[in-house]
């Protein structure tokens, strides 16, 4: 016996804005399912205090990783390993996990998470369009990628930054403004923060989008945001943002903790998360 008090593995969720985040809940309701001694936490880092933040967690045995949202899953590939070339395919990170001997390795869940819900769907080359170009924009068309759809319209405040992502991603399309109409799209995705609390509203015409197109909107936090609210008093079906949440957290799950979510347990996770 060392004398060494004992202390349990965490992970964190870090960001700007944090306190919205329901990922502390999501992770500690697989942990206690499991019986894993282990915590999750949120750490509110800003822009100029991610590289401290790196550099402190590394320094601790203790620390297995973290999940990174808005505005850092760039920035963050500037501080860790990326031996999947995440840089060069997604171009954006939202997960670290530390390995035994201290390495920082980054890599993406969110692809996965957002394409779950799609994945009994045939997208192949159907009109998709994608408001947003940043980090969670970036996972949306690299998944929107690998399913075949196409043409992509991307709408942004400045359509010149979301110009080199359809490039980026051998996608076919156009890039319009924000308050551009939208084009008929089959599928329509919010990877921005708008409509999110704290942030601006989305407030955009639905009427262009035809029968059957399916709305599927990021932000959790509201859950029902003003464009799922719109879409179904359209009649459209909709996707919320707790199903990539869920999603893309099962994945970091058995990064960070070594085993995976427990099975049959997300009807009750969704009604924790929903309370």
Sequence with gaps: MSGIPYTPPYAEVIGDPIAHSKSPLIHTFWLEALGIAGDYRRAHVRP?????????????????????????????????????????????MNTVVRQPDGALIGTNTDAAGFYAPLAELDLEGAPVAVIGAGGAARAVLFALARAGVGPVTILNRSPLKAMGLLATFGLKGDVVALDAPLPPAALLVNASSLGMIGQPPLDLDLAPLPEGAIVYDLVYAPLRTGLLAAAEARGLDTVDGLDMLIGQAALAFELFFGRPPPEGRDDELRALLTA
């Design 48 to 92: 100029d205090g991610l590289a401290a933040y790196i550099a402190e967690r590394r320094a601790d045995p203790d620390w297995r990783g973290c999940n990174v949202t808005i505005p850092h899953k760039v920035a963050v590939m500037d501080l860790v390993d990326d031996p999947g070339n995440i840089r060069g395919t997604i171009g954006a």
